[in-house]
């Protein structure tokens, strides 16, 4: 394919493709190789000393995660990207990578567990520290920034509360006090939002939700600035974090059909939300296109649909939400999402469980916070087995 042609999304993420072999192969096969060979001992030297774009291992590079990454860096707008074993293998290298000892980070305190439990339990050990601000309060950012800070961190929209953070004004800001400014663009994906357009220099996804969309492969991916990249690879060439060949094969393939199924998660999505709005037995319902949710014209700006995410809280807390759980019948019990089937999820004892009870709080995780990964089933069989479950709440 032409990569200075206008193609678009859809056109470039089903025709970007390694270079045919002698065969002639309408579809990129599987490269199931661990290395590569050389043609002598001047090919060899050459290639080692980088004088040589080519593969040598493929824990530096393989063809199916070059193909991989192409594709993610045509969406974004990025300038070169890095594939991992999973999404946060991409966030925890591409943290080391550009992190010294004494550097600070100033980010959301709305992070998926995982990266908040880096945050908190293993940074300091390396005494990298982390200011936490609240989203909507993105105004307080700058006075949290010292001469240590480094990287300006983010994920909007946000695990698992779908809040909204203003990239373009924290783009600014990273300009404005020379930071890296990091995005995790994992429930949006590129289909929805290209943060580079709003000032990021990083952008991060996890490839095992949306970019595989049937709960079948890890991976995860870092792309953007080539400079920052080419620091993330000489880390992961060293470290091992690499994505499987096969998982990139799948994962590449899967991006061919991104558009198409992330537009029908969106209008489930929508529906779903509608519906827990007007039930009496839910507190509250966010979803980042409904006109009720605190950042929905900011939402509209950034993104082009509001992804397949919806929480909500049912009434009653704890015991609620697990009659709400155990009366599911249809929809999967799991801590994915962006899957073909639809996901319930309890966070405060799931993906956040190892946050303390008062920081779950103060992201709006309750007892009875319930996270809806709404997949492509039909949408009246979805609500279905939603209204019997929340009517098994008494």
């Given at each position: 394919?032409?990569?200075?042609?206008?193609?678009?999304?859809?056109?470039?993420?089903i025709?970007t493709?390694?270079?045919?072999?002698q065969f002639?192969e309408?579809?990129?096969?599987?490269?199931?190789?661990?290395?590569?060979?050389?043609?002598?001992?001047?090919?060899?030297?050459?290639?080692?000393?980088e004088?040589?774009?080519?593969?040598?291992?493929?824990?530096?590079?393989?063809?199916?995660s070059?193909?991989?990454?192409?594709?993610?860096?045509?969406?974004?707008?990025?300038?070169?990207?890095?594939?991992?074993?999973?999404?946060?293998?991409?966030?925890?290298?591409?943290?080391?990578?550009?992190?010294?000892?004494?550097d600070h980070?100033?980010?959301?305190?709305?992070?998926?567990?995982?990266?908040?439990?880096?945050?908190?339990?293993?940074?300091?050990k390396?005494?990298?520290?982390?200011?936490?601000?609240?989203?909507?309060?993105?105004a307080?950012?700058e006075?949290?920034?010292?001469?240590?800070?480094?990287?300006?961190?983010?994920?909007?929209?946000?695990?698992?509360?779908?809040?909204?953070?203003?990239?373009?004004?924290?783009?600014?800001?990273?300009?404005?006090?020379?930071?890296?400014?990091i995005?995790d663009?994992?429930?949006?994906?590129?289909?929805?939002?290209?943060?580079i357009?709003?000032?990021?220099?990083?952008?991060?996804?996890?490839?095992?939700?949306?970019?595989?969309?049937?709960?079948?492969?890890?991976g995860?991916?870092?792309?953007?600035?080539a400079?920052l990249?080419?620091?993330?690879?000489?880390?992961?060439?060293?470290?091992?974090?690499?994505?499987?060949?096969?998982?990139?094969?799948?994962?590449?393939?899967?991006?061919?059909?991104?558009?198409l199924r992330?537009?029908?998660?969106?209008?489930?999505a929508?529906?779903?939300?509608?519906?827990l709005?007007?039930?009496?037995?839910?507190?509250?319902?966010?979803?980042?296109?409904?006109?009720?949710?605190?950042?929905?014209?900011?939402?509209?700006k950034?993104?082009?649909?509001?992804?397949?995410?919806?929480?909500?809280?049912?009434?009653g807390?704890l015991?609620?939400?697990?009659?709400f759980?155990?009366?599911?019948?249809?929809?999967?019990?799991?801590?994915n999402?962006?899957?073909?089937?639809s996901?319930?999820?309890h966070?405060?004892?799931?993906?956040?469980?190892?946050?303390?009870?008062?920081?779950?709080?103060?992201v709006?995780?309750?007892?009875?916070?319930?996270r809806?990964?709404?997949?492509?089933?039909?949408?009246?069989?979805?609500?279905?087995?939603?209204?019997?479950?929340?009517?098994?709440i008494?």
């Open positions: 394919m032409e990569k200075d042609k206008d193609f678009g999304f859809e056109t470039r993420a025709r493709q390694t270079e045919r072999s002639l309408h579809s990129t096969p599987m490269y199931m190789t661990s290395s590569f060979v050389f043609e002598d001992a001047e090919d060899m030297r050459a290639s080692f000393a004088e040589k774009e080519r593969n040598i291992y493929s824990r530096y590079a393989n063809p199916n070059s193909e991989f990454i192409d594709k993610v860096c045509q969406m974004e707008g990025a300038e070169a990207g890095f594939a991992f074993a999973s999404g946060m293998a991409a966030v925890f290298s591409t943290f080391a990578a550009l992190l010294d000892s004494g980070i100033v980010a959301s305190r709305s992070v998926f567990g995982s990266t908040y439990s880096l945050f908190q339990n293993f940074f300091p390396w005494n990298i520290a982390t200011s936490l601000f609240e989203v909507g309060e993105e307080q950012v006075a949290m920034i010292t001469e240590k800070t480094k990287i300006l961190y983010v994920e909007s929209p946000t695990n698992p509360g779908v809040d909204i953070v203003d990239m373009a004004f924290l783009g600014d800001l990273a300009k404005k006090h020379g930071l890296i400014f995005v663009n994992c429930f949006a994906t590129p289909y929805l939002q290209q943060p357009k709003f000032g990021a220099h990083l952008v991060i996804h996890s490839g095992t939700k949306l970019m595989d969309g049937q709960g079948r492969v890890l995860g991916i870092t792309v953007g600035s400079k990249i080419d620091k993330v690879y000489r880390f992961s060439r060293i470290t091992g974090p690499a994505l499987s060949p096969f998982n990139a094969w799948v994962l590449s393939k899967s991006l061919e059909t991104l558009a992330v537009d029908r998660h969106c209008e489930n929508l529906q779903v939300a509608k519906y709005e007007g039930h009496p037995k839910v507190n509250w319902v966010k979803y980042p296109f409904l006109k009720s949710h605190p950042r929905y014209e900011l939402a509209k950034q993104m082009k649909a509001g992804g397949c995410v919806v929480a909500f809280e049912v009434k807390g015991e609620a939400g697990q009659r759980f155990d009366a599911i019948k249809l929809l999967s019990l799991s801590a999402l962006g899957d073909s089937r996901i319930v999820t966070p405060a004892s799931t993906t956040h469980s190892k946050v303390s009870a008062e920081d779950r709080a103060s709006g995780i309750t007892d009875g916070s319930v809806i990964s709404v997949g492509l089933e039909h949408i009246d069989d979805i609500i279905t087995d939603i209204a019997q479950a929340l009517e098994a008494t």
